[in-house]
């Protein structure tokens, strides 16, 4: 059994920065590969960034390519999304989640084991 916790969200003004982190319980976590997910009002759930259990590979959504980077401190059993240049259409619901058992990026909600409970992100214009 997983356990993630986000934090890090608040309001920023577009073009502003933020960094949300999502701390995880268990003492497997650099097995798992780690994703940030996120849900604006009305819209659903839509993928934005991955990372292997290892760190080394990444995969980004082409609407936060360049500004967002995901990391992982695997000995802090804890991930990271920074956020750059944010733009009100950034503004969602962010969800961490971790997928067991697989030695590659992820990038679809259903194939995803565990969820935090989300942080919510609001950039104003």
């Known amino acids: 059994q997983v356990q993630l916790v986000e934090s890090g969200g608040g309001l920023v003004q577009a073009g502003g920065s933020l960094r949300l982190s999502c701390a995880a319980s268990?003492?497997?976590?650099?097995?798992?590969?780690m994703g940030w997910f996120r849900q604006g009002p009305g819209k659903e759930r839509e993928f934005v960034a991955t990372i292997t259990g290892s760190g080394r590979s990444t995969y980004y959504a082409d609407s936060v390519k360049g500004r967002f980077t995901i990391s992982r401190d695997n000995a802090k059993a804890t991930v990271y999304l920074q956020m750059n240049s944010l733009k009100p259409e950034d503004t969602a619901v962010y969800y961490c989640?971790?997928?067991?058992?697989?030695?590659?990026?992820?990038?679809?909600?259903?194939?995803?084991?565990?969820w935090g409970q989300g942080t919510q992100v609001t950039v104003s214009s």
């Open positions: 989640a971790a997928r067991s058992r697989v030695l590659a990026v992820v990038s679809g909600p259903g194939q995803y084991d565990y």
């Open positions: 268990g003492r497997t976590f650099s097995s798992y590969t």
